[in-house]
């Protein structure tokens, strides 16, 4: 048995984190929360986490591949409204959010990239995760 918290207290821990990127990949709405909703059920069959070390991590990266497989899923490209995208990236969900805040300019111009570029600067200042 490990000692890790119950499955429900990781949702509630990590949720906004994993629905923030889901979002911001995707755009708000249903294809961002059943992104989200994938990515649990796919938590709880791993569940415990056995050889894991950082659990939201470990949600964040799950989170990006189904956002690809609903990018990779849909046969051409959906517009995402702008203004909707600006809402979600906005908002500070990182933890340490004051180090990774990016000025509303910025996030303007990232609205523009293409979903697979704008996925690398989400997990970095919406989910707070260093590529090393």
């Known amino acids: 048995m490990t000692n890790q918290p119950l499955f429900h207290e990781i949702v509630e821990a990590h949720s906004s984190a994993v629905l923030a990127v889901c979002a911001s ?14 990515t ?3 938590a709880l069959r791993a569940y415990p986490f ?14 990006g591949r189904r ?3 609903v990018l990779r899923g849909r046969r051409r490209e959906q517009p ?6 600006l809402g979600v990236l906005g908002r500070d969900h990182a933890p340490g959010a004051d180090e990774l805040a990016l000025p ?6 990232v609205v523009t ?12 200042y919406v989910a707070g995760v260093e590529f090393r």
């Open 50 to 63: 056995d050889g894991v070390a950082n659990v939201e991590a470990w949600l964040v990266r799950v989170a």
């Open 104 to 109: 509303d300019e910025v996030w303007e111009h």
């Open 80 to 85: 995402i409204d702008d203004a909707d995208l």
């Open 113 to 124: 990239l293409t979903p697979r570029q704008r996925f690398v600067i989400v997990h970095r």
């Open 67 to 69: 956002c690809i497989d």
């Open 25 to 38: 990949v995707l755009g708000p709405g249903p294809d961002a929360e059943d992104a989200w909703q994938e």
């Open 40 to 42: 649990f059920v796919s």
